[in-house]
């Protein structure tokens, strides 16, 4: 079982950035394969970004890449999400995910099993 709790949301201008930080409560935090989900109003939750626990390998959404990077602290059970160069379309509640299951698809949602309560992004142009 693990709980999560995001963090470090706000409203922002264009172009600015923002750190989201996710802090989990778990005794295997570091096994977890951890990913970031955003969802807008009146739209389907989708895919940000994903570390692997096991390898720290990541996947982003074409969307983000290049300007999102995750990252995790093992020692502090936390996941952060950078984020650079923000758009309106980023604009989003984001949601924090922890998945104890195997590398594969880390992009489905229905792949994890615990999710945080969501931090809200606005970005305004």
């Known amino acids: 079982q693990v709980q999560l709790v995001e963090s470090g949301g706000g409203l922002v201008q264009a172009g600015a950035s923002l750190r989201l930080s996710c802090a989990a409560a778990?005794?295997?935090?570091?096994?977890?394969?951890m990913g970031w989900f955003r969802q807008a109003p009146g739209e389907e939750r989708e895919f940000v970004a994903a570390?692997?626990?096991?390898?720290?390998?990541?996947s982003y959404s074409d969307s983000v890449k290049g300007r999102f990077t995750i990252s995790r602290d093992n020692g502090k059970n936390a996941v952060s999400l950078q984020m650079n160069s923000l758009k309106p379309d980023d604009t989003a509640v984001y949601y924090c995910?922890?998945?104890?299951?195997?590398?594969?698809?880390?992009?489905?949602?229905?792949?994890?099993?615990?999710w945080g309560q969501g931090t809200e992004v606005t970005v305004s142009s």
């Open positions: 570390m692997s626990g096991r390898t720290g390998r990541t």
């Open positions: 778990g005794r295997t935090f570091s096994s977890y394969n």
């Open positions: 995910a922890a998945s104890d299951r195997i590398w594969t698809r880390p992009t489905d949602p229905q792949r994890y099993d615990f």
